[in-house]
């Protein structure tokens, strides 16, 4: 005979035939979990074996209802295991080796087993965590759900700040960015990968082209001096102008136009190689005054005194005479040996970037110091005697002081030549092609006269001028209408980027003042683009699309200090959004809980009663 937990009973036909789970099974569990802890015997039990006392009853019903194993988990209740426990302890004389012991879930009959496991499942477990919810919920004092909730508001809030962070310094959600980088490969979102991995392998080559070209990074044709105007800011206001991307981006360009294979035939250009690398700047100066006492005409040293040294233009003018006189006998000399090697062929072209560089930067001193005409003819002379040094942009220098001296029609003439489909675009020649038709009509343009009578021809010209313009470069309306503050131009920039549209602004926001209406003709239709391409990511209307890695280059080329124009706008991640109404309402249920305490409990009872409904219902 099977041991069921209390003692050794002998098989009989009545013993055999037990009640019939689904009839009987739920009364007796409410009985055996009702308070007083006493039970009643169907009387199908008790035909068999007559009357018996209340006890026994107790000791043969427990054991159905305990020891059982669910069919599907296969593991005991431990639930009523321990419930039984509990009223076996509650029993005077009642010693624990006659309770229901561990032992005996192990033994209990296959026969019981398969046939009453469901329908006591139902019958005791259900009715065991409805109690116990009962109790624990009841034991619950105002106090907790304050503590609760507050605790949960101020994880919240922790969370919805460091997201509102992290957004804003690097555009994109921390949570989202997690999610894709990190759980989205664990979740077999790398299947199509391994699937096709000669076609991924293509388009990510694409991309990363397509990104390359898209973010190139440019010389800034206008770039200030270093120790003129940039350290001056720094001095003024304590906050450093230049990010250290921009400065090594310069510091590459210094290596490429001033140094060559040949270095080592001079020794101060051997000096002014490794004065090119240097970061300290005041290493930097110091290696140009040694290159300067073993070649007193070291062209190249005096370039490198004149940007960092110089504390005003005057100076740096001065320096710049000096190198410029060095550069012209370094550049005949090298015109002489041009042919006798690839080396000296390699010279001529290091020392023509040299005395360019050096022209170019006197042009743009006597630009500041308000000797225009003189700046233009420099320019001029420049772009007439090295043409196929376009990449320096020397006809955007050209621009901007044709403008300062309002000669429109010289303007004109170089836009003829440079706004072309072949060549590259930006922003000066976008806008000042804008301002030149924009100047015809804003003197007397109205909105409200438009609205009435239409555009005329030269006005629909000068609004599309505006619409080419900003379809280019989006970010700089804002700063011509002075809705964002200027800051330095860096020494680099991101064509259609926030930073070209500093670099523009910054220069021309006057030559838009000074003509008449100019400024309101741009304020009432510059927006007007946007309808025009409502997917620029996607598809542009007289460009190529927009690129989408301006925000993180610009980041890398202005000061941590400029709030960057990000286009197109970005919506604020879901995240964020999540996390901001969690913290407002626990912390609003924080709040009235601890103002209402027994309006909220009535309140939480009656939630956790329907949630609970739902869950037995489900």
Not at 82 to 101: E, N, Q, V, Y
Request: charged share 25%; net charge positive.
């Amino acid at each position: 005979m099977g041991n069921w937990g209390h003692r050794e009973a002998e098989e009989s036909p009545s013993r055999r035939k037990r009640p019939d789970c689904g009839e009987h099974m739920p009364a007796q569990a409410e009985r055996l979990l009702s308070p007083g802890g006493t039970a009643r015997v169907p009387t199908s039990a008790r035909s068999g074996r007559g009357s018996l006392s209340r006890e026994q009853v107790r000791e043969r019903r427990t054991p159905y209802l305990l020891l059982i194993r669910h069919p599907i988990l296969e593991v005991g209740h431990l639930g009523l295991l321990w419930l039984s426990r509990g009223l076996a302890r509650g029993r005077p004389g009642r010693k624990p080796s006659d309770g229901i012991t561990a032992k005996a879930v192990g033994r209990t009959r296959p026969e019981t087993v398969t046939a009453r496991a469901p329908c006591q499942l139902r019958a005791g477990g259900w009715l065991w965590r409805r109690d116990s919810m009962t109790v624990f919920l009841n034991s619950l004092t105002p106090k907790f759900y304050v503590a609760l909730t507050g605790t949960s508001s101020l994880i919240s809030g922790l969370i919805f700040i460091f997201e509102w962070w992290y957004f804003h310094k690097h555009g994109t959600s921390f949570i989202e960015q997690v999610s894709v980088s990190h759980l989205r490969p664990l979740m077999g979102g790398t299947e199509s990968s391994i699937s096709e991995p000669g076609s991924s392998s293509n388009r990510e080559s694409e991309t990363s082209r397509q990104n390359l070209s898209e973010c190139k990074v440019w010389r800034n044709p206008l770039n200030l001096f270093r120790g003129a105007e940039y350290r001056r800011y720094t001095w003024v206001t304590g906050k450093e102008p230049l990010t250290y991307y921009d400065m090594n981006l310069s510091a590459q360009d210094h290596q490429t136009f001033f140094t060559c294979d040949t270095d080592f035939l001079r020794p101060s250009d051997t000096v002014m190689q490794k004065a090119w690398r240097e970061r300290n700047p005041p290493a930097r100066i110091k290696a140009a005054y040694q290159a300067l006492e073993l070649n007193n005409d070291c062209a190249t040293a005096y370039v490198l005194l004149a940007e960092e040294e110089a504390t005003t233009i005057v100076d740096a003018e001065k320096l710049f005479k000096q190198a410029l006189k060095a550069g012209e006998t370094i550049y005949r000399q090298s015109q002489q040996c041009q042919h006798q090697s690839p080396q000296h062929e390699a010279q001529l072209r290091r020392d023509t970037n040299v005395l360019v560089y050096i022209k170019r930067r006197l042009a743009m001193c006597a630009r500041k110091l308000g000797r225009i005409r003189e700046a233009v003819k420099i320019m001029r002379d420049l772009m007439k005697e090295f043409p196929p040094l376009t990449m320096l942009n020397i006809h955007e220098n050209l621009l901007e002081s044709l403008l300062e001296l309002q000669a429109y029609a010289d303007v004109q003439a170089v836009l003829a030549k440079y706004d072309d489909i072949s060549l590259p675009k930006s922003a000066a020649i976008c806008y000042t092609a804008a301002l030149l038709k924009t100047r015809t009509v804003s003197d007397k343009f109205s909105p409200e006269t438009a609205s009435r009578r239409g555009l005329s021809t030269a006005e629909i010209n000068a609004v599309e001028a505006i619409h080419r313009a900003v379809e280019f470069n989006p970010h700089v309306p804002k700063y011509l209408l002075e809705m964002k503050s200027l800051i330095l131009p860096p020494e680099h920039i991101l064509k259609r980027g926030d930073s070209e549209a500093i670099a523009y602004a910054f220069f021309h926001l006057q030559h838009w003042k000074r003509i008449e209406g100019a400024l309101n003709l741009l304020q009432c239709t510059w927006e007007g683009t946007f309808r025009m391409i409502p997917y620029p990511l996607e598809k542009g209307h007289l460009f190529y699309p927009y690129p989408s890695c301006t925000e993180t280059a610009d980041r890398e080329l202005l000061p941590t200090f400029h709030h960057v124009s990000v286009y197109p706008k970005k919506e604020l991640p879901f995240f964020i959004h999540f996390t901001a109404g969690l913290c407002s309402s626990t912390a609003m249920i924080a709040l009235l809980t601890h103002q209402f305490p027994e309006i909220m409990g009535v309140f939480a009872k009656a939630v956790s009663m329907i949630s609970r409904t739902c869950v037995e219902y489900l």
